[in-house]
């Protein structure tokens, strides 16, 4: 994966409580094999009308957020089904930080696997993301947040900070470091 | 002072303790894939290979089983090929439990889980699926991962876990004969919401659970996922090992909590006050009681799925479709071939046709609205399955009514929700 460092761009507002992982991937799309491309897919019953041209009233069509980087959320994101091919979606679309009062536990460990940054934050803290119309930067190092109304900074667990900052790869850095990051997590207990 | 899961996971991880909060790196016992995870882990294996590593076989094959269940009888051309994957897949790695559709037991997996008895008590579970939680019940830390972890534990048999907080949910006294333990378990999610026990373990105990039938506390276990839970568990006990004992398992290293185990939180609930409860769409959060509802008019009842077609389910349901027909399109999926074939010795399958109803294979399909039967734009479905979300069981515009058996049944034959209490 590419290291993760410093994220500026415009937020996408998701303004949905509870978004289950069909929402994010339709079950129609977990036939397919292979892992790439998952991105055309990416909420796409509510992202395409029927005949698949795209419904002007969902965010992701407005072309103000075409080249966001960042995705907020609300409560319970990626409730529902383990389908890591959520994840995959959410990468391939180009989102590498989702910012959300809450997420599920499977869907937000399947996050860090794919190089994702998902973030907690306060309900008022996310409301005033909501409202920002100013670019966000997330900055893992500095684990903060700045946008023209919001400078704060954020949790995360550290062996997660350490494997996004030096994109490495969770299977085979838990392969060779696992002891490591045991300790690691102990000392850095949050 | 641990309780069932801390020690689990200390015995697992070879800790004399743990406590909620700590990494840990476990053992793992058993790990299931099925026809949509496996797929999904063989790409990840793809990934790594073509970052140079060599994958050519996994960590234990005995302790790797599969299931055909989401897909199954195929839908159409990519999931007959993805079955065809799975089977290369297993093949290859020498992986000897695949439970293959239209060869003997075949199911869906977190019934193949206890009516196999492919995990046991005190055992580490994990499975690529976010309803492995199921197999908790039998008194296991049974949990689901994404695709990569499973992929993972497949080539390594170890996974880190955070300890969990765990909830105790504590049921004094029997639950009445017109309520079912799914009533019980949509309750509590209503109480707690779908968050209420996000990265926390449910336990179930009490009197009235104690006195529950294993597959009850298997639908109770089933929808912790549904409250967000990492796992759900009940301590084993006889009713456990007479379970186990009738499929030939006398064997296994229970693990028990301290007598002064630790919860986050105590609740309480009183069986003889429980109704039957119907979560409306689009969340099993959104409950109500089943009375509240008789109003709304019904053009499916749908009995399957890991959480409502065991065999109880389908007794329940019998129980009120005998000698009356159905109102409304019904169909009945025992969750496996095992108990298929007991549904027709008990003489239930002849209840079912009589009622009118069809009686199907074992499948995911409809309960994820991908094949099988799904739901058409603004059709109302009630039944015993575990989601509800927009969509689950068909077009985005449908709606879907989580209910028990008994709920599903009764509606089935008034075409409106209704409660068992009330059918004529």
Redesign the interface.
Known sequence: MEPFKKIKSIATPLDKVNVDTDQIVPKQFLKLIQRTGFGQYLFYDWRYEKGGLPRKDFVLNDPAYGHSRILLARDNFGCGSSREHAVWALDDYGFKVIISTSFADIFYNNCFKNGILPIRVSDEILEKLFSTKSEIEVDLETQSIKADNVSISFQIEPHWKKILLEGLDDIAMTLLHEEQIASYEKSHKI | MLNITEKILARASGKKEVSP?????VNVDKVMVHD??G??V???F???RK?G?TIDKVWDPERVWVAED??VPA??K??A??IV?LTNFTKQFGIKKHFKYGMGQYGICHTLSHEEAMVLPGEVYVG???HTNTTGALGAFAA??????V??VL??G?I?F?VPETLFFKLNGKLPDHVMAKDLILKIIGDIG??GA??KTMQFGGTGVSEMSVESRLTLTNMTTEA?A?SGIVEPDQKIREYLAARGITRYDEVHGDADAQYEKVYEYEGSEMEPIVAKPF?PENTVVARDLSSVELDKAYIGSCTGAKLEDLEAAAKILKGRTVKIRTEVLPAAMSIFRKAMDGGLLKIFLDAGVVVGPPTCGAC???HMGVLAKDEICISTTN?N????MGH?ESQTYLASPLVAAASAVTGKITDPRDLK
Request: contains cysteine; aromatic residues 10%; glycine residues 14%.
């Open positions: 909060g700590d990494v840990v790196f949509v995870s797929p999904g063989l790409a990840v793809e990934k790594l970052k590593m989401h897909f839908a159409d990519i999931s090929q993805n994957l690529g699926d976010s689901g991962l994404g695709h990569t972890d992929a993972y080539l390594n170890k880190w955070k779908t968050d996000a990265y967000g990492k969340s994820c609205g991908a989601r979300f927009p969509g689950r985005i």
